[in-house]
């Protein structure tokens, strides 16, 4: 078995807030080989002040100066993985996640969260990160001097290359390509699928996140720069069981997971039942209509985030229930 491939965040390696199928891999593995990347987090406006004592990467400090804005999030990559075509499904095996800094950020700002007509101001809180606990220290709490909270870290976005007629698109938005999905049960020792639109996949990560409540409400979750230990492995479309992948699905040690995304949080369900349904009826004998009456019976609908523009949902089907 091949020695993972480490990238590094640089100014190289790294894209601040877009996809595009143009942007050439920073590297290229074998399917069912592992990638290591090191992702970062923030802008220059969420940065701790000096008197914080907390250390900025210094590669974080050179993308602020450096990097062109095009979005939202400083992401790694895109890394091509060898004989990826379109109509393949990018199997992304999430085997470790290591915290990358000791400290992380939540704020909001006027215009954006689920409620900027109650918060129309800026707050931004540095948060302290104890890695060896796995938990950070809130200012705030049910006792005075704060409360620790554990860490459940995951990353904000995974992603894929969109589609060329695409072009250039903002990290922000989580779309078909998978990217700003914002799902806090993708941790690690889980599974992510996503389609593949171009040669080579192109997969990039970042976002990383140490903790995060389902909706994501204010804007952000704790956000911390993270490393993340990625197999990458193709699955063929077409089968009985595997027909071509056309979203995002996902899979923990639980649960079968599939979602939906869309600006209409009643749309972003129907679509998260929708693919529900066809992923229950690709594996069993159930007709449609018997996948439906059991979505309702058995499966459960959590709003993923509300914050991204596109609002998602994920439905969760517990392993053991049906297959």
Known sequence: MAEPTFVPASLTNCRWGAFDASFPPVATIDPGEVVILECLSGGPEVMPPQEK???????????????????????T???AVRGA??????????????LGADWGFCGFRPLF?????????????HI??????????LPFGPKEGGMDLPLAPFFGVMGVAPPA????????????????????ELTEGTTLFLPVFNEGALFSAGDGHGVQGDG????????????????????????????????????????YITMGLNE???????????????????????SDADAYQFCSLAVDFRVTQTVNGEKGVHGMLKKGLLF
């Open 165 to 184: 007629d695409w072009g250039m698109i903002n990290t922000k938005e989580p779309r078909a390509i998978g990217g700003n999905l914002d799902n806090k």
């Open 216 to 255: 994501e409400v204010c804007i952000n979750a704790l956000e911390i720069c993270l490393t993340g230990h990625f197999r990458l492995s193709l699955v063929k479309g077409g089968g009985a069981k595997d027909p071509v992948l056309r979203f995002p699905r996902a899979e923990t040690r639980t649960h």
């Open 113 to 125: 969260g689920t409620l900027p007509e109650d918060f129309p101001y800026r707050r931004t809180l």
């Open 264 to 286: 209409d949080l009643d749309l972003a369900m129907k679509q998260a039942l929708r693919e529900m349904i066809a992923f229950i009826c690709s594996r069993t004998n159930l």
């Open 128 to 137: 302290p990160v104890d890695r060896a606990a796995m938990t950070c220290r």
């Open 77 to 79: 990559g895109p890394v």
């Open 53 to 75: 004592m907390m250390a900025v990467h210094p590669v974080l400090r050179e993308v602020h100066q450096k990097l062109p804005r095009l979005g939202a999030h400083v992401i």
């Open 85 to 98: 075509e379109p109509g393949d499904a990018l199997r992304i095996d999430i085997e470790k996640i290591e």
